[in-house]
């Protein structure tokens, strides 16, 4: 579903931000206070603001308001930060993600009373540790409230059996949402391609990518059974 959204402060993660949500087809607001950083980046959304985010009129004359998603990155200081983070608390209902980069920043945050809460470096580091541990996790998403979603080699324990034998439902409350597999066996790792939303009669093979979602615990007992 295309959404309104807005990404305050425009640093190398919020510029990739923007990109990739705009590429995905989402109506995407950038702010910064940087004109350079602004022109910079016009192409790559659907508008590019240079304004203070710490200015409430300013915010207002963009419609942050009416936006469907606020993220905040702000990276210039984390007064810039808070002063924009209470202010899109008070004027804005939709969902407002803000990225924090230390414990001292999330800890205030969170007293102000944001909910969601961000640090890439801190995934990023976890998805990489968490791939050493187990090299067959290609990619993770942490998800909101303790949800993820990941990307792992098939297990050989459930190569040649349907999705309805591997029961990955009942053994471990998780889903299969779809399956990334070889369009040329002879080459597995060369070209891949999604199968679309699976059935329970679809058949794991070797060399398949299974994406799965649902609790961490239960991802991490799938890990440590099967993996």
Do not use: W
């Amino acid at each position: 579903m295309r959404k309104k959204i807005a990404v305050i402060g425009l640093g190398d993660f919020g510029k990739a931000l923007v990109k990739h949500l705009h590429e995905e087809g989402h109506e995407v607001t950038a702010i910064d206070h940087d004109l350079a950083t602004i022109e910079a980046i016009k192409t790559r959304c659907t508008h590019a603001v240079c304004l203070n985010s710490t200015d409430e009129k300013a915010l207002r004359s963009q419609g942050v308001e009416q936006m469907d998603t606020v993220i905040l990155s702000a990276a210039q200081s984390f007064e810039t930060l808070i002063v924009t983070a209470d202010i899109l608390r008070r004027i804005f209902n939709g969902q407002l993600i803000v990225r924090y980069r230390t414990g001292l920043h999330k800890r205030i945050l969170e007293m102000l009373g944001v909910k969601e809460l961000f640090n890439p470096e801190e995934r990023a580091a976890e998805n990489m540790a968490e791939q050493f541990a187990h090299p067959s996790i290609k990619r993770s998403m942490f998800l909101e409230e303790g949800y993820r979603l990941f990307e792992v080699e098939a297990p050989p324990a459930l190569v040649g059996m349907s999705l309805n034998g591997a029961s990955l439902k009942k053994r471990f409350n998780i889903s299969i949402v779809t399956v990334r597999r070889a369009m040329d066996p002879e080459r597995p790792t060369e070209k891949q391609e999604f199968i679309g939303i699976p059935d329970g009669k679809t058949i794991i093979k070797s060399n398949d990518i299974l994406v799965l979602f649902g609790k961490e615990t239960s991802l991490e007992d799938f890990i440590d059974e099967l993996m």
